[in-house]
């Protein structure tokens, strides 16, 4: 079975400095990878996703993400967090035959 | 515009009133879904449906019932609501249940069952 985990369900940084978001994955078979991103008080939409192409994925609002096999990791990064990009982000494993799943979620905080 | 749309956006009741949340997406997605989202826990899914008629339990369905008897819309009812069904609700399409293709949600449901 498939699964991901998200290590930190909170991660602060100040305006301008690198965001990290960290998801691994596990998956026996080659995964679809994705992030959604969810601002308060709306629904989940699409940053970007893996789909066996490019290892380096780059979505909406500047955000990117690098496929790395070796580490099963799929983590998400911006080089300059603006205070817009505070929400909650979720990274999601598909596979053909098998649902969706979707790791617990990290809310990012942008500190002035 | 491609979207999926979710009625009522907040919801207020009581236990044991009955209540129905719709669900309709304009994209022909034939596969359609249900999320809870509480704190701490992410996303769990309630129901799914592959197509017209075909329904199936998701991880979380206790409580719950779908119906899918046309392609675009997709209800969640609770019959008999209790207060641990209050959370905030997203109903989805995608073209399939897996591979490549991406979820689109609604904008949720917040429902506070008193």
């Known amino acids: 079975a498939q699964s991901v985990t998200q290590l930190g369900s909170h991660v602060s940084v100040s305006e301008g400095a690198l965001v990290l978001l960290r998801c691994n994955y596990s998956?026996?078979?080659?995964?679809?990878l994705f992030w959604y991103v969810q601002y308060p008080n709306q629904g989940l939409q699409l940053l970007l996703k893996?789909?066996?192409?490019?290892?380096l994925v780059k979505g909406i609002n500047g955000f990117e993400a690098e496929f790395k096999k070796s580490e099963t990791s799929f983590h998400l990064t911006k080089p300059s967090a603006h205070m817009s990009d505070a929400a909650e982000y979720f990274c999601a494993v598909s596979n053909l035959g098998q649902n969706f799943v979707f790791g617990p979620g990290t809310r990012l905080s942008v500190l002035p | 515009e491609a979207q999926v749309t979710q009625n009522p956006r907040y919801l207020i009741t009581v236990t044991g009133k009955k209540l129905t949340v719709t669900c309709s997406q304009n994209m022909n997605h034939e596969y359609m879904s249900w999320y809870r989202q509480d704190p701490g826990l992410g996303l769990r899914q309630i129901y799914y449906?592959?197509?017209?008629?075909?329904?199936d339990k998701g991880d979380v369905p206790e409580g719950y019932k779908v119906s899918r008897k046309e392609k675009r819309n997709f209800p969640l009812i609770l019959e008999s609501p209790s207060p641990n069904q209050t959370s905030l609700y997203f109903c989805?399409?995608?073209?399939?249940?897996?591979?490549?293709?991406?979820?689109?949600f609604g904008p949720g449901t917040r429902l506070l069952v008193l």
């Open positions: 449906s592959m197509n017209v008629e075909v329904t």
């Open positions: 989805a399409s995608s073209l399939g249940p897996s591979g490549p293709e991406s979820r689109y």
């Open positions: 893996y789909t066996s192409a490019a290892t």
């Open positions: 998956s026996s078979v080659p995964p679809y």
